[in-house]
């Protein structure tokens, strides 16, 4: 079974730093690009980072770029999302999710992991 | 940017009776769309790919249908699990894919 799990989560000041990993589990990771989405409180759904499975491609959403890095760990089977920068927009539930292929053109989510709370306030 | 939307934002639907969601974009993205399921709490789960396969394990009351720009999701049977907000994404336009703003089906 595919098991995603975030941990990482939790309250920041704006301005500070955050690092979301993602533990991987039941399939062979390596073979699979993954991303970060987010859910801002009672909002939709906004992809804000993908990674290609060897990690040598990667995409940022506009409202990320230059604050957000995404990257693999595939020795560890862990996604990480290294937040920088943070302010009240960030605020959301960042999900991991696995595509269904090596890159993630023209490929879709599945599964998604719990998420995890992130939280920008003073 | 595509812009996806959906519509209606909310259904009221009695049990048992039939539920259509649609999904626009603002450009074709040919059969590149998937549909999600959100049940308060949990995470997004695939529904639908390709515009019209179900993901697996989905049960059959779930379809979709549709290409180019226009997309539906149909719930054939409502049941008490199906309650939930539904959310279209394109898939077409690497690397900015896009959701709608999601349909809450909600007991009538």
């Known amino acids: 079974e595919v098991q995603l799990v975030e941990s990482g989560g939790g309250l920041v000041q704006p301005g500070g730093s955050l690092r979301l990993s993602c533990a991987a589990s039941g399939f062979t990771f390596t073979t699979f690009a993954m991303g970060w989405v987010r859910q801002a409180p009672g909002k939709g759904l906004e992809c804000v980072s993908a990674?290609?499975?060897?990690?040598?491609?990667?995409y940022y959403a506009d409202s990320v770029k230059g604050r957000f890095t995404i990257s693999r760990d595939n020795s560890k089977n862990t996604l990480y999302l290294q937040m920088n920068s943070l302010t009240a927009e960030d605020t959301a539930v960042y999900y991991c999710?696995?595509?269904?292929?090596?890159?993630?053109?023209?490929?879709?989510?599945?599964?998604w992991g719990q998420g995890a709370l992130v939280t920008v306030s003073s | 940017e595509i812009v996806m939307t959906q519509s209606p934002p909310t259904l009221s639907v009695s049990p048992g009776e039939r539920a259509t969601l649609s999904c626009r974009a603002s450009?074709?993205?040919?059969?590149?769309l998937a549909w999600y399921q959100q049940r308060p709490g949990q995470a997004p789960r695939l529904l639908i790919y390709g515009a019209s396969t179900r993901a697996t394990g989905i049960p059959a009351r779930f379809s979709g249908s549709g290409s180019g720009t226009e997309f539906t999701l149909t719930i054939s049977s409502l049941q008490s699990e199906d309650f939930a907000v539904y959310y279209c994404q394109q898939y077409n336009k690497w690397p900015s894919w896009t959701f709608g703003q999601g349909t809450k089906v909600e007991i009538k």
């Open positions: 999710a696995k595509y269904t292929s090596l890159y993630p053109t023209y490929n879709w989510f599945d599964p």
């Open positions: 990674i290609s499975g060897s990690g040598g491609d990667t």
């Open positions: 450009q074709s993205v040919s059969s590149n």
